[in-house]
């Protein structure tokens, strides 16, 4: 019992913090990191965004790997033309960001700030804007993250 309180109050600070993070980033007082990219509006006529799946990737300390980095990631393009192209290749694009993401996670010194974040996504934008042409992707969005520890 005393076991489920702890983890009962271990869950309630991390969702708290995470609201009050959530609040920082995204309030008026935001950083002006915390706005990399501009956001186009959700109705914006021909922005597009298409979503690339899960990914996982292990992060290799030395010759061990330490932890799984799993990300959510999608890509916005603008114009039905393009948003046709990037669908059209597809499985390239995965494979572009995959090969991209092991690069990143086995040459990351400190995994949890948001600068690591913003440098992964002009990574993957530049890698594939190198696939499909420069100007295809206007951004790449890290819509989910989950980094677990191995044991």
Do not use: Y
């Amino acid at each position: 019992m005393h076991g489920m309180n702890r983890r009962n109050l271990a869950r309630g600070l991390a969702i708290a913090g995470f609201l009050l993070g959530a609040g920082f980033f995204c309030g008026p007082n935001a950083p002006a990191w915390a706005a990399d990219a501009e956001m186009p509006d959700a109705e914006t006529p021909g922005v597009h965004f298409i979503e690339l799946g899960a990914f996982v990737v292990p992060v290799i300390n030395g010759s061990q790997v330490t932890r799984h980095v799993s990300l959510a990631i999608s890509v916005e393009v603008t114009g039905d033309e393009k948003k046709a192209e990037v669908e059209h290749m597809l499985p390239r694009v995965k494979d572009v960001v995959l090969r991209e993401l092991h690069k990143h996670m086995s040459r990351r010194r400190d995994p949890d700030t948001v600068q690591d974040l913003l440098k992964l996504k002009r990574k993957l934008r530049k890698a594939g804007n190198g696939l499909l042409g420069e100007g295809m992707l206007n951004d790449v969005l890290i819509e989910n993250t989950l980094e677990r520890k191995i044991l």
